[in-house]
């Protein structure tokens, strides 16, 4: 039996403001700036508990990506982000770096990160995930 993601919805209204990125990820506070999309995943109609998501791509301070390059255990991601539609234009085209410690550096409370790199710049992208 397949196994499927659940499915993300929202508005598809492409944001930029940064406030409601650091409020639920603090690690975020050094952004300089940000793209991203937000929804709730799972279908609507089925009662209970809903999951938000987050997806963005932020570039972050100078030097701060080198920062973590240099001192996180990172690797090059297998695949490239499952990030919603409407970033396509935002997300870095080259090689992209992954590991549970930059995962956990932009995980904070419910909310869960999948963090990815860029080998080469300053750009990070975030999958995120919570209630």
Do not use: C
């Amino acid at each position: 039996m397949p196994s499927e993601s659940p499915t993300k919805s929202g508005t598809g209204e492409l944001r930029h403001d940064l406030e409601p990125l650091v409020s639920r990820i603090p690690a975020l506070s050094a952004v300089e700036e940000a793209t991203w999309l937000s929804g709730t995943l799972g279908d609507p109609g089925v009662p209970g508990p809903s999951l938000y998501w987050i997806d963005a791509v932020v570039v972050l301070s100078p030097g701060a990506a080198d920062g973590m390059r240099a001192s996180l255990d990172l690797e090059p991601a297998a695949e490239a982000p499952d990030a919603a539609d409407g970033l396509d234009g935002a997300l870095p085209d080259g090689d992209l770096l992954q590991g549970p410690a930059l995962d956990e550096a932009f995980s904070a409370g419910e909310w869960r990160t999948t963090a990815y790199l860029e080998a080469q710049g300053n750009r990070l992208v975030l999958l995120v995930v919570g209630e």
